[in-house]
């Protein structure tokens, strides 16, 4: 049975979606992967309501069984870009952070670096769907214990962007196709390529990027998606982090060392480097035990606690061991942005070199420490010299 060869593309409104399907559904030997104009032309069309629920959610499907391949995540990301408000990509944003995972028990300490970033002038855009994995805890469900506030359009989202430095965006409010996408993954108990693809949206085309994963073999799906989308000019200029996240989430693991992959692209060229956070907690148990029981309003004591661990507040709700990864998590999430930052600008605080690693855990556990200064904070400083723009 011959594989159904390159199609004819027309526009999305015009275009036979069922092509697509027949092109991934025609029997063991005769289909075959999309490509990633058609992967893109799929999203696009289910997104203007042209391709059909039922289509949409049989190529989603068939995907999955096969594994989906680099060219349809990528196509995927680039259809949903290409379905994006055009005020979106317009926000003035140096750090896009998708949170989509959730935490098993844990509470998101990355939003205490997310806030400290912020706080010294950095902007901030995370976004991510509480209700893809409902039984997790994400982001959106701690955000008011840091009055972090939420835009549902590009005019809100910069007007909160303007006065906080900080914003979250549901995916939903994002492109509006990802509820849809999310509702035919959970009818049909699958994982699905939207899970993949929304991580990788960047909507704001911010220089730098973050993304995490949990499954092995996703590090390299993502950065050759992320090669993928700047060869195709889909992306702008920027650095994206691809690591193993805390329990999947967007954050560092500080009982382990992380590897961190960071897909540079500027104009044609792209490159590929590599560096390790280590574990700042070797040896370390016992922090588990009674942290599902957290209240999220532990984030904002935790905020205001100079000396955590001397904190008689929060030794009545946390035990050491609990404050000392939630601390470690702090530093060792913040160590890779300010060593993304400094690649991003070419240059340092007080250094003629880039960072080192060594460098970077030393400086985030100043910039903690001197969280609520702004002359004192070395990333203050470095704001005033280097002032990112989104490209």
Not at 78 to 90: E, F, I, V, Y
Not at 135 to 156: F, K, M, W, Y
Not at 353 to 381: D, G, K, Y
Request: hydrophobic share 45%.
């Amino acid at each position: 049975m011959p594989k159904i060869g390159a199609l004819t593309l027309t526009s999305a409104e015009t275009f036979d979606f069922r092509l697509l399907i027949k092109a991934l559904g025609k029997g063991e030997k005769g289909s075959r992967s999309l490509t990633f104009a058609e992967a893109s032309l799929l999203l696009e069309g289910f997104a203007l309501g042209h391709a059909t629920r039922v289509q949409m959610a049989s190529a989603m499907m068939l995907m999955r069984v096969r594994g989906e391949t680099v060219d349809e995540v990528a196509g995927i990301v680039a259809g949903l870009r290409h379905s994006l408000h055009r005020d979106w990509p317009s926000l003035a944003v140096d750090i896009d952070w998708p949170v989509y995972a959730g935490k098993r028990e844990q509470l998101p300490w990355l939003l205490l670096v997310a806030s400290l970033l912020a706080k010294q002038g950095f902007r901030v855009m995370l976004h991510g769907d509480s209700q893809a994995l409902p039984h997790r805890r994400h982001v959106e469900s701690c955000l008011d214990a840091l009055n972090i506030r939420c835009g549902t359009n590009p005019q809100s989202a910069a007007q909160v962007l303007a006065s906080d430095n900080i914003v979250y965006v549901r995916a939903g409010d994002l492109v509006p196709v990802l509820d849809d996408c999310r509702q035919l993954h959970q009818e049909l108990g699958l994982r699905s390529v939207i899970q993949t693809a929304a991580r990788c949206i960047n909507p704001s085309n911010a220089p730098i990027s973050l993304r995490s994963y949990f499954h092995p073999g996703l590090d390299d799906l993502h950065q050759q998606v992320s090669e993928t989308l700047f060869a195709k000019n889909e992306y702008s200029a920027g650095h994206i982090a691809i690591f193993k996240g805390l329990q999947g989430e967007t954050e560092f693991n500080p009982r382990v060392s992380t590897l961190m992959k960071v897909v540079s692209g500027q104009a044609a060229n792209v490159t590929v480097s590599s560096l390790t956070v280590p574990t700042l907690l070797a040896g370390f148990f016992g922090a588990k035990v009674g942290q599902a029981d957290l209240s999220s309003d532990i984030l904002a004591l935790l905020w205001r606690e100079s000396q955590p661990l001397e904190s008689a507040e929060l030794s009545r709700v946390m035990s050491r061991t609990m404050i000392e990864q939630a601390s470690s998590s702090i530093i060792a999430t913040l160590t890779a942005v300010l060593l993304l930052l400094n690649q991003q600008s070419n240059n340092s605080v007080g250094l003629q070199q880039p960072l080192t690693v060594e460098q970077a855990i030393n400086l985030s556990q100043q910039c903690w420490q001197h969280r609520f200064s702004h002359t004192n904070n070395p990333l203050a400083q470095w704001h005033k010299k280097e002032r990112l723009c989104a490209v």
